[in-house]
Structure formats: C-alpha cells, structure tokens
C-alpha cells in the first residue's frame, strides 16, 4: 500500500471529506477522509508519519514548516479500502496560527505528545479547545499517541493510567503509546483511528 509525502507549505485540499453519498460509495468499496496531526514541536508528529507510511526512521530532527502532507491507504476489517489524507503540523509557536489551514474539513485529529515530557501533555489542552470551537463537526474523533514510549522507564513523565483518564475526561476514542523510533504501537493508531471513522462515517449516512 503505497504512500506518498508533498512538500513543506502545500496548500492543503478543502474538499476532502466523505462526501459521495453512502449508496455510491458503497458500490466503489473505496472510501477517503483527511486527519491531521497537531501537538508541541519535537514529539515525533513527522516520524509517526513517516513509520507509518514508509515504515522508516530518520534521527535527525526536520522542523515541520507549515504542513506536510501524505496519503496512505488502509484496509478494513470488512475488506473495503479506506484513503487517510494526512496532515502533519509545525509545533514551533509561530505556526499555530496557520494550523486552522490543515485541519479544516478533516473528520480526526491525532493529539501527539512526548511521554517524557510533561509540557508537551499539558499542551494537548490548547488543541483540544481549538478544535472543539472551530471545527463545526458532532462526529470529530480525537485520538492520542504517547510518543518516544522506547525511551528509558526512569525518564518517562506521564503515566499510561495518566494518559488513559485524560482520554476519558476528553472524549478521545483512540489512544495508544507509540515509538516511531521502533514502530510500536504506530500501525494500531493510525489504523484503529480509520476504523473508527470508518464506522461512524457509514452509520451516520444509513
């Protein structure tokens, strides 16, 4: 299954969404929906990307401009096809205000923080906030990945059971604790997070 990156500052497509009606769709067995990714710089949102789409590691920190864009293609449980339009956000401060650009229209946000780094989990909260008053959607999914889990225990700040109640206190569906360094956990989030969708994209339309 293939995967395909853009370059930085690409303008992202307005009109990706699940947007055919469910009969026609269904017909096609194919179906497509834009998630972005957003969470503090440095926490591993481009290395997620990139595991999961290419299966590779880079160690060397890329700062994000803007927002990158990939497309992956995954299978679900039921067979049909389902086409994740990724955007991958800038962390850094000064490219908050251009955040707005990659998640409008899209159906679910991955929230990423760094599990030895306690600031970049508080800061969840922000985007959590921005995206419940600006994206206009009932059915907007939240998920949440706990990266660098591959570091040392002794350096980690944020518990699982932690992590787990700000979930439940949020409404996120999805969580899991990833290394993009190693691929632990990155399949099982980018996939449960499209099944997700998937089921209540196709319940919402019967």
């Known amino acids: 299954m293939g995967c395909s990156e853009g370059k930085h500052k690409k303008?992202?497509?307005?009109?990706?969404?699940?947007?055919?009606?469910?009969?026609?769709?269904?017909?096609?067995?194919?179906?497509?929906i834009k998630i972005v990714l957003l969470g503090e710089a440095a926490v591993g949102k481009s290395s997620l990307v990139l595991r999961f789409c290419n299966d590779k590691f880079e160690d060397k920190y890329k700062v994000t401009i803007g927002g990158a864009y990939s497309v992956k293609n995954v299978k679900l449980k039921n067979g049909d096809s389902l086409k994740l339009h990724i955007w991958d956000t800038g962390g850094q401060e000064k490219f908050r205000a251009m955040a707005n650009l990659y998640y409008k229209?899209?159906?679910?946000?991955?929230?990423?923080?760094?599990?030895?780094?306690?600031?970049?989990?508080?800061?969840?909260?922000?985007?959590?906030?921005?995206?419940?008053?600006?994206?206009?959607?009932?059915?907007?999914?939240?998920?949440?990945?706990?990266?660098?889990?591959?570091?040392?225990?002794?350096?980690?700040?944020?518990?699982?059971?932690?992590?787990?109640?700000?979930?439940?206190?949020?409404?996120i569906q999805v969580f899991n604790e990833t290394s993009a360094k190693n691929g632990f956990g990155v399949k099982d989030l980018f996939n449960s997070l499209a099944q997700k969708v998937y089921d209540i994209q196709k319940n919402e339309e019967k």
């Not at 303008?11 to 497509?32: A, C, L, T, V, W």
């Not at 906030?129 to 939240?142: A, C, T």
């Open 105 to 171: 229209d899209s159906v679910a946000a991955i929230l990423v923080y760094d599990v030895t780094n306690s600031k970049s989990f508080e800061s969840l909260d922000f985007w959590i906030k921005e995206l419940n008053q600006n994206v206009g959607n009932d059915n907007f999914i939240f998920a949440m990945a706990g990266n660098k889990c591959d570091l040392p225990l002794e350096d980690k700040k944020i518990s699982s059971n932690q992590a787990k109640n700000f979930c439940k206190e949020n409404n």
């Open 11 to 32: 303008k992202p497509n307005k009109n990706i969404r699940m947007s055919k009606p469910f009969e026609e769709r269904q017909k096609e067995k194919k179906y497509e």
